[in-house]
C-alpha cells in the first residue's frame, strides 16, 4: 500500500535491492522469501520476536536521487504480487516525467506529493464506505496474520500478543493473533518455522493456570490436542479475549449466526494505539453484559459510560459511595459495598435533572427528580458539565411517557366496554385475566380469614408498606439488605406480581411496550406449529392440582401466553417446564405481566434453558457437579458412581424446584430468585444434598438416594401459607408408611444462605463459560455419532470414514456461516430437522467438497460434473444438499459395482442432472420439455416404478374419457393406505427402469468418459477401449432406430440431416453420428489443453488427442466437409437425430467388452487419503488462491 513519504538512513542494512531504476528501489527484507543465509535467519528470528515484521512490511519501494544521501520511503507490501503492482505504476506513470526534470528536489517534491495524493483520495474513498479507525501498526498486523495464516478479508483480527507456545518441551516464542474466528500463532526461530491454526468452534476446554512445568500458562485443549500457551505480559486480558471468542463461536454452533461488530459504539476522540476497533468491540460487550445483568435489563440497552460519585440516601442520612451507570435508557447507581445500595432511574421516570449548588460538603452535585416526586442527589462527580450534557441528550431521545401507560382500559374509561366492541379478538381488556391474577379471581368472593397466618400475612404487607414508604416504591426504589431481607422472609401474596416484576426488570418492559402482548395474541392464535401442538398436550398438565387450572379461564390464559411467547421466539418455541413456571406466574399475575415475566426468565435470567436441546439446564448442571465436588467432595463421588446428580439436577433447575417441591414452599424459592438470581437455586440444591449426605452416602444405588431427596423435598412446608393446602402429586405418590420430619422451608433458605452465600454471581458466571464449551461440543459429538449410526446401513463407508466426512461436510457449512455464502446460514440450518439433515451446503460449497474428495477427476469437467450430481441429489429442488444426500451420491462412486457405478454416471446424463441449459440444441430441448420423463427424478427411483407399483392388484385404470366420480369412488381410504405403505418400502430400481438416452446426453455422456481417464496410467487403452465402445454403441443406436421407427426412418433422416453426393450414393447412416462424436472427443480432451503456455505445446497435444480418437473404429477421416459437427462455434447450425436412442443395458454391454474399462470402474478406490488432503489443506482453501511469489518473480523476470 502507498505510505506518507518517510526518510529512511540505512538502505541496505537488512533489506535486499532486487530492483532498481535512476529514481526509485524495489527492495526485500531479509529472511523472506528463498535463500538469505545466516543474516536472513537472523532477521527474520528478529522480525518475529521484536514484532517488527507487524510494523515492516516484507517489501518496499524507495524514492531515491542521484546526489542525495537520503531515500524517501513511499510504498510497503506484503506480497510480491502488491509490490510489483506498484512498481509497475511507477514506471508507466511517473518515471518518464520526472525524467525531465532538471532539480532533484523538484523530483522528491513531486513524488512526495502525488503520493501524498493517492494517499488523500483512497482516504476520500474510504470514508464513504467505512471508516477506518485502526492504527497503522495494528492494520499490518492483520496484513501479515492474512499472509501467514491464508485467511480472506472476511477474516478480521481482533488482537495479537507476543507469548511463548510450548512444542514438547521447548517453548517458541512467538505471536498469537487472535481472530473472529480462529487462534493462530506463528514462530521463526532460526530457520524453525512454527504455525498453528485452531478454529474456535474446536476448543473444548479454555483454561487458565500455573504449573511448575507451564508457569501461568493458558490451556487450549481440542478434541484431539492440547495447546499450552505462556509468557504473556498481561495473561488476564488474553484469557478474558479468549473466553469472549470461544463463546461467540458456541453461540454459532447453538443459532448459526454469524458474528455482527457493533457499528453503534461511539467513535474514539484519537486513534487508539494497537486497540483495534473490533477490540473495543468485544471491551464494550464485556461491560454491557456485566452493566444488564447487574441491573436485569434488556438485551439492547448499551452502557454510555460510568463514573465514581457519592448518593445521598435519606433513609440513612448519609453519603454512599459507588458507581453512577448511564446508558440510553437509564441511570444505575450501585454502592462499591455489595448489597448495601442499588437504584434504577428509567429516563422515562425523569421530570428534571439540573446542577445543585457546589460546596465544600457536597462538591459537583447533580440532583435528578422523577415524575413520581422522588429526588436522587448524587455528588463528588468528576465531570459534571458533559454528564448532565449527556443525561440530557438521552432524555431529548426518550419518547414521551403519555406512549407508556399500562393501566388497563377498563380502569381508566368511565364506562366499561359491551362485549361487541371485542368481537373476533382472542385477547383483550375485558377478559377477567387481562386486568387480574388467577389468585385473585378465585379468591374474591371467599371469606376473609382472621386466623393467625393471615395475621402473620398483614404482618408482612405491613412491613412492605413501610419499606415503601421509606425507600419509594416502583422502579425507582432503593434496593437494600433490607429489601433482601423482606424477601427472604417472604412476599405477601397480593404484593408478589408486583415485585417479580419490579426485581427481574419485566416492569420495563411491559412499560415500553403497551399493546405488544396483544397484538402478539391476535397473531398467534390459530396459527399450527410443532410449538402450538406440544403446548396443547401440556395445558391440562400445568399444576392440575390447583383449582384454578381446573376451568377454562386459567387454561385459555396459559394457553395464550405460551402461544405468544412461541411466536415471539421461535428459536426456543416451547418447552416442556414452561408450562409449570408460566402456570405460576398466572397465579400472580394478569396475561400481560406474566408475558413479560416469562421473557424476562428464558431471554436474561435463565438463558437457554428452554430451546431445544435445554443447553442452559445442562450448563448449569455442569456447574452443579462442579461445586458439589468442591463444597461436599465425599458425596460428590458417592453420587457420581450411582449417576444421580445429572438426573435430579435437570429437573430442579427447569422448574425452580416447583416440581419437585410443594407450590407453598417452592414459591418462595422463586421470590427469592426474582430477587438473586439463579445462586439461590445453586445454594438450595447444595444445602439438600448436605441435609442429606449421610442417607446417600449409605444409598446402594440410583433409586434409593433418588426416594431420599424425593421424600425429602416433599416434606418441605410452608407453615406460614394463607392459602388452603394443595395436595403435591410426587408426595402422594413417594409418601412411605412413615412420613419423615417436616423441613420448614424458612429454615431451608436460612440455612443455604448461611452455608452457601459467600457463592457470588462472577463465580458462576465464569464456571457456565467452562461448562458450556464442554456441553455443546458434546451434544456436537452426540449429533455426529447419531449421524454416523443412521448411515452406517445406508452407506459401505468405515464408520471412522463417516465420522471424518461429517466433520469436513460439517465445517463447510459453518464457514459460510462466517465468511459468507450464496446463501444464509440460517437457510441452511433447521434445528427441529433430524440430525441427518439438519446441516445443508449450496451448489458452490458442495463443488468445493466434490473436487476434494470425488474419485472420478475430470479436469475441467469436474465442475459441470458436480452441478450434475449436485442437481440429481438435490430431491426437493431447494438449492441445498443435507448430509445424508450427499453421502448417498458419494458412496455409489466409491463403493457400487460397475453396475451401481455406470447406473449413478448414466443418470447423470439424464434429466434433471443434465439441465436445459447444457443440452443447447433446439431439438434436444424439445425432446426434453416432450418426452414423458419425471420431473422429480429421485436417485433412488423412477416415476415409471413408482406408476407401476401405483396400481394396486384388481384395480382398474380409468382412461381420460372415463368418469370423474367413478374415480373418486375407486380411491377411497384403502387406496391412500396402500399408497402410503408403498411409500415407505423402499423402491428397488432395475436398469430396465432407467429411460433412455439420446443422442445429445450420450455426447455428453462420452465427454465425461474422455475426462475421467487422464493421469491414469492406463490412458491410452482406456481412450482406444472408449472410442471403440463409442463407435459401436452409435451403430447400436442406428439399428435400433430402423426397428423402432421402421419408414418414418428414411423420411426423418432426410429432413434432419444434410446429405451429400457422395453419401447419397453410399449411403451410411452412422457417420453423421461418428462425425458429432468425434468432434466432441477432440473438444474435450482439448480442454486440459488450454492450461499450456506454449502454442507448439497446444498444437502437439491437440494431434495426439485427435490421433487417439482417429485410431480407434470411428472413422473420423472419412467425414464430409459438408456435415455439421458439433464444435462450440459451429453448434447453432448443428441437427441431432432426435429418433436415435440407446439404453442403459446397451450401454453396460458394451463396456464390458473392453476388460480395461471394465478394471477400471471394478477398481476399489480409497478415500483416506483424499480426505487427508482435504482437512491439510482446509486453511489453504480459505482464500482464493493466488500465485505464489515464485511464480510472480518468474513472470517478472
Known amino acids: 500500500m502507498w505510505i506518507e513519504p518517510e526518510e529512511v538512513l540505512l538502505v541496505g542494512a537488512l533489506w535486499v535491492s532486487e530492483r532498481a531504476n535512476p529514481f526509485f528501489i524495489l527492495q526485500r527484507r531479509r529472511g523472506h522469501g528463498r535463500g538469505g543465509g545466516l543474516s536472513g535467519l537472523l532477521v527474520g528470528t528478529l522480525d518475529v520476536v521484536l514484532d517488527s515484521s507487524a510494523r515492516v512490511a516484507p517489501y518496499r519501494i524507495l524514492l531515491q536521487t542521484a546526489d542525495s544521501q537520503v531515500y524517501w520511503n513511499i510504498a510497503c507490501g506484503s506480497s510480491r504480487k502488491e509490490i510489483t503492482e506498484h512498481w509497475d505504476w511507477l514506471e508507466s506513470n511517473l518515471l518518464q516525467t520526472i525524467s525531465i526534470f532538471d532539480n532533484d528536489e523538484d523530483v522528491i517534491t513531486f513524488v512526495k506529493g502525488k503520493i501524498s495524493g493517492i494517499i488523500a483520495e483512497e482516504k476520500r474513498l474510504k470514508q464513504g464506505e467505512e471508516q477506518e479507525e485502526d492504527s497503522g501498526k495494528f ?106 471468542l470461544a463463546n461467540i463461536a458456541m453461540r454459532q454452533l447453538l443459532d448459526n449466526e454469524a458474528f455482527a461488530a457493533d457499528r453503534s459504539l461511539p467513535k474514539p476522540c484519537k486513534t487508539l494505539k494497537n486497540v483495534s476497533t473490533l477490540k473495543r468491540d468485544f471491551d464494550a460487550r464485556a461491560k454491557n453484559e456485566r452493566y444488564r445483568a447487574m441491573f436485569r435489563l434488556t438485551q439492547d440497552e448499551r452502557l454510555d459510560g460510568h463514573t465514581d460519585c457519592t448518593l445521598w440516601t435519606p433513609f440513612a442520612k448519609m453519603h454512599i459511595v459507588g458507581q453512577l451507570f448511564i446508558s440510553n435508557n437509564y441511570i444505575c447507581f450501585s454502592s462499591r459495598e455489595e448489597d448495601l445500595c442499588q437504584l434504577i432511574i428509567p429516563l422515562r421516570e425523569v421530570s428534571i435533572v439540573e446542577k445543585a449548588d457546589s460546596s465544600s460538603v457536597l462538591p459537583c452535585p447533580v440532583s435528578i427528580s422523577t415524575k413520581n416526586k422522588m429526588t436522587f442527589l448524587f455528588a463528588n462527580l468528576k465531570d459534571r458539565e458533559f454528564l448532565v450534557q449527556r443525561i440530557s441528550d438521552f432524555l431529548q431521545r426518550t419518547p414521551d411517557s403519555s406512549w407508556f401507560d399500562t393501566s388497563p382500559p377498563s380502569l381508566i374509561g368511565s364506562s366499561v366496554p359491551s362485549d361487541s366492541t371485542y368481537k373476533g379478538r382472542h385477547y383483550h381488556s375485558g377478559l377477567p385475566t387481562a386486568s387480574q391474577s388467577l389468585l385473585q379471581l378465585f379468591h374474591q368472593n371467599s371469606p376473609e380469614d382472621l386466623g393467625p397466618k393471615a395475621m402473620k400475612e398483614k404482618m408482612k404487607e405491613e412491613a412492605w408498606n413501610i419499606h415503601f414508604s421509606e425507600f419509594g416504591r416502583g422502579v425507582c426504589m432503593y434496593r437494600t439488605s433490607r429489601t433482601r431481607e423482606l424477601v427472604l422472609n417472604g412476599i405477601p401474596e397480593c404484593l408478589r406480581g408486583e415485585l417479580w416484576l419490579l426485581f427481574s426488570g419485566a416492569q420495563n418492559e411491559l412499560a415500553t411496550h403497551p399493546g405488544y402482548y396483544g397484538d402478539l395474541v391476535e397473531q398467534a392464535m390459530g396459527m399450527c406449529s410443532l410449538a402450538t401442538d406440544e403446548i396443547e398436550r401440556d395445558l391440562h398438565r400445568s399444576m392440575p392440582e390447583h383449582r384454578a387450572f381446573q376451568n377454562e379461564t386459567g387454561i385459555a390464559a396459559l394457553r395464550r401466553v405460551l402461544t405468544a411467547y412461541a411466536h415471539r421466539n421461535p428459536g426456543i418455541g416451547y418447552c416442556q417446564a414452561m408450562n409449570i413456571v408460566t402456570s405460576v406466574l398466572l397465579l400472580y399475575c394478569t ?45 460428590y463421588e458417592h453420587m457420581q458412581e450411582l449417576g444421580v446428580i445429572s438426573t435430579i439436577s435437570l429437573s430442579w433447575f427447569l422448574t425452580l424446584f416447583l416440581s419437585v417441591m410443594p407450590f407453598d414452599s417452592a414459591v418462595l424459592l422463586v421470590d427469592c430468585f426474582f430477587y438473586e438470581g439463579i445462586k439461590v437455586i445453586f445454594q438450595v440444591a447444595l444445602t439438600v444434598l448436605l441435609d442429606n449426605m449421610d442417607a446417600l452416602l449409605s444409598s446402594s444405588d440410583e433409586g434409593e438416594a433418588m426416594t431420599v ?73 452426540t449429533a455426529k455419532r447419531s449421524v454416523v449410526r443412521a448411515m452406517m446401513t445406508e452407506s459401505a463407508f468405515s464408520i471412522e470414514e463417516l465420522e471424518e466426512l461429517y466433520c469436513l461436510f460439517k465445517s463447510k457449512h459453518m464457514t459460510s456461516c462466517y465468511w459468507g455464502s450464496s446463501s444464509s446460514a440460517a437457510e441452511r440450518h433447521d434445528p427441529s430437522l433430524p440430525y441427518l439433515e439438519q446441516y445443508r451446503i449450496d451448489p458452490v460449497q458442495f463443488s468445493q467438497l466434490f473436487s476434494a474428495l470425488a474419485p472420478w477427476v475430470c479436469g475441467g469437467h469436474t465442475t459441470t460434473l458436480s452441478s450434475r450430481l449436485f442437481r440429481l441429489l438435490d430431491q426437493n429442488q431447494d438449492q441445498l444438499v443435507n448430509f445424508k444426500e450427499f453421502i448417498t451420491g458419494l458412496s455409489g462412486m466409491y463403493h457400487g459395482d460397475m453396475t451401481e457405478k455406470l447406473k449413478l454416471l448414466y443418470k447423470l446424463h439424464l434429466p434433471p442432472a443434465l439441465s436445459p441449459q447444457e443440452a443447447e440444441s433446439a431439438l434436444e430441448a424439445t425432446h426434453f420439455f416432450t418426452e414423458d420423463e419425471p420431473e422429480e427424478s429421485s436417485f433412488l427411483s423412477d416415476l415409471d416404478t413408482f406408476q407401476q407399483q401405483e396400481v394396486a392388484p384388481g384395480e382398474e385404470v380409468k382412461d381420460k374419457g372415463g368418469d370423474v366420480e367413478e374415480k373418486k369412488e375407486v380411491k377411497d381410504y384403502r387406496y391412500y393406505l396402500r399408497m402410503w405403505a408403498k411409500e415407505k418400502e423402499p423402491k428397488k430400481e432395475t436398469i430396465k427402469d432407467l429411460p433412455r438416452m439420446n443422442q445429445e446426453q450420450f455426447i455428453e455422456f462420452c465427454k465425461t468418459l474422455y475426462n475421467m481417464f487422464s493421469e491414469d496410467p492406463s490412458e491410452q487403452e482406456l481412450y482406444h477401449a472408449i472410442a471403440t465402445v463409442a463407435s459401436l454403441l452409435l451403430r447400436i443406436g442406428e439399428v435400433g432406430k430402423k426397428f423402432g421407427n421402421g419408414g418414418k426412418m428414411q423420411e426423418t433422416t432426410s429432413q434432419t440431416l444434410p446429405i451429400s453426393a457422395e453419401q447419397e450414393e453410399e449411403p451410411d447412416e452412422g457417420t453423421s453420428g461418428e462425425a458429432l462424436l468425434c468432434q466432441a472427443l477432440a473438444d474435450a480432451q482439448l480442454e486440459p489443453a488450454v492450461l499450456q503456455t506454449s502454442d507448439e505445446e497446444n498444437k502437439d497435444d491437440t494431434e495426439s488427442s485427435y490421433s487417439v480418437v482417429s485410431s480407434g473404429s470411428l472413422l473420423c477421416e472419412d467425414i464430409a466437409h459438408d456435415t455439421v459437427l458439433i464444435g462450440a462455434e459451429q453448434r447453432q447450425g448443428s441437427t441431432l437425430d432426435v429418433d436415435w436412442s440407446i439404453t442403459f443395458e446397451q450401454v453396460l454391454a458394451s463396456l464390458l467388452t473392453e476388460p480395461v474399462l471394465v478394471e477400471y470402474f471394478e477398481r476399489k478406490m480409497d478415500i483416506q487419503a483424499k480426505m487427508a488432503t482435504c482437512k491439510a489443506q482446509r486453511v489453504v482453501e480459505r482464500q482464493v488462491s493466488s500465485p505464489s511469489e515464485q511464480e510472480l518473480m518468474h513472470h517478472s523476470t
Open 139 to 244: 492494520r499490518e498486523a492483520e496484513l501479515k496474520m492474512r499472509r501467514l495464516f491464508g485467511m480472506p478479508e472476511e477474516e478480521k483480527l481482533v488482537n495479537y500478543y507476543s507469548c511463548s507456545y510450548w512444542k514438547g518441551r521447548v517453548p517458541r516464542q512467538g505471536w498469537v493473533y487472535l481472530s473472529i474466528n480462529h487462534l493462530c500463532f506463528y514462530s521463526f526461530l532460526l530457520g524453525k518455522e512454527v504455525t498453528l491454526v485452531i478454529p474456535w468452534m474446536e476448543v473444548t476446554q479454555l483454561e487458565k493456570n500455573a504449573t511448575l512445568v507451564f508457569p501461568e500458562s493458558i490451556r487450549v485443549s481440542t478434541r484431539h490436542t492440547e495447546h499450552y500457551f505462556s509468557m504473556f505480559l498481561n495473561i488476564n486480558d488474553t484469557f478474558k479475549l479468549m473466553e469472549q
Open 591 to 635: 396475561e400481560e405481566q406474566a408475558f413479560w415475566l416469562l421473557v424476562a426468565l428464558c431471554e436474561r435470567m435463565l438463558p437457554d434453558y428452554y430451546n431445544t436441546r435445554v443447553v442452559g439446564a445442562l450448563v448449569d448442571q455442569g456447574v452443579f457437579e462442579d461445586l458439589t465436588r468442591s463444597s461436599l467432595p465425599q458425596l
Open 709 to 781: 431427596l424425593g421424600r425429602y423435598l416433599d416434606n418441605v412446608v410452608n407453615k406460614q401459607t394463607v392459602a388452603p393446602p394443595i395436595p403435591h402429586l410426587h408426595a402422594v405418590l413417594t409418601s412411605g408408611d412413615e412420613p419423615p420430619p417436616e423441613i420448614d422451608i424458612f429454615d431451608l433458605i436460612k440455612s443455604s444462605y448461611e452455608k452457601f452465600g459467600s457463592l457470588s454471581s462472577d463465580v458462576i458466571e465464569q464456571m457456565r463459560f467452562k461448562q458450556r464449551l464442554k456441553v455443546i461440543q458434546s451434544l456436537e459429538d
